[in-house]
T-cell receptor, first 113, second 115 residues
Framework: AQSVTQLGSHVSVSEGALVLLRCNYS??????LFWYVQYPNQGLQLLLK??????LVKGINGFEAEFKKSETSFHLTKPSAHMSDAAEYFC???????????FGTGTRLQVTL | NAGVMQNPRHLVRRRGQEARLRCSPM?????VYWYRQLPEEGLKFMVY????????ESGMPKERFSAEFPKEGPSILRIQQVVRGDSAAYFC?????????????FGPGTRLTVL
């Protein structure tokens, strides 16, 4: 069975500061890993995905994530936060190309002036 | 190319009534997933369907909940005799006929309120 742990249910950063959202996974087989963003009262939008092609994955809106097998981590980063980044972020794992996604509990990102 | 469509966006039911949630996948997608998001929680998998087949229903409650994805028309998530604990956002996601890395595209969700 697979699982995801997101450390920190709420993260607050200043505009222009580094964004770091943490995700650790557990999987018995090589995983597919995803980061999704959810704005209030909306669905989920895919930010980026890890598919074993490269350990550093670049996504939309300036976000990137690094897959570290030794640490079973897939942390999301952005060098400079923008007010529009305020949203809820979910890390997810799956174990095959056609199967359920298992989500973490989410991290709410607040961006302050 | 239209995205995943869900309707209604908001649904209010009284305890004991039935709720029907509809999901039209993206064009060319034949895999549909349903997830439930309870207030202040992450998304929980419910069921995975392909046309006319339930592939994985390990996340579905044993009673009152059912899902289908007919040959023609949208996928339907049906909740019979709703209770207050069913109040949640229900999201549908779809992926292509030949899934690429299990990338799932999400709809806007249906927010169910049970009075």
């Amino acid at each position: 069975a697979q699982s995801v742990t997101q450390l920190g249910s709420h993260v607050s950063v200043s505009e222009g500061a580094l964004v770091l959202l943490r995700c650790n996974y557990s999987s018995s087989v090589p995983p597919y890993l995803f980061w999704y963003v959810q704005y209030p009262n909306q669905g989920l939008q895919l930010l980026l995905k890890y598919t074993s092609a490269a350990t550093l994955v670049k996504g939309i809106n300036g976000f990137e994530a690094e897959f570290k097998k030794s640490e079973t981590s897939f942390h999301l980063t952005k060098p400079s936060a923008h007010m529009s980044d305020a949203a809820e972020y979910f890390c997810a794992v799956s174990v095959s190309t056609a199967s359920k996604l298992t989500f973490g509990t989410g991290t709410r990102l607040q961006v302050t002036l | 190319n239209a995205g995943v469509m869900q309707n209604p966006r908001h649904l209010v039911r009284r305890r004991g009534q039935e709720a029907r949630l509809r999901c039209s996948p993206m064009k060319g997608h034949s895999h549909v997933y349903w997830y439930r998001q309870l207030p202040e929680e992450g998304l929980k998998f419910m069921v995975y369907l392909q046309k006319e087949n339930i592939i994985d229903e390990s996340g579905m409650p044993k009673e009152r909940f059912s899902a289908e994805f007919p040959k023609e028309g949208p996928s339907i998530l049906r909740i019979q005799q709703v209770v207050r604990g069913d109040s949640a956002a229900y999201f549908c996601a779809s992926s292509p006929v030949v899934p690429s890395y299990n990338e799932q595209f999400f709809g806007p969700g249906t927010r169910l309120t049970v009075l």
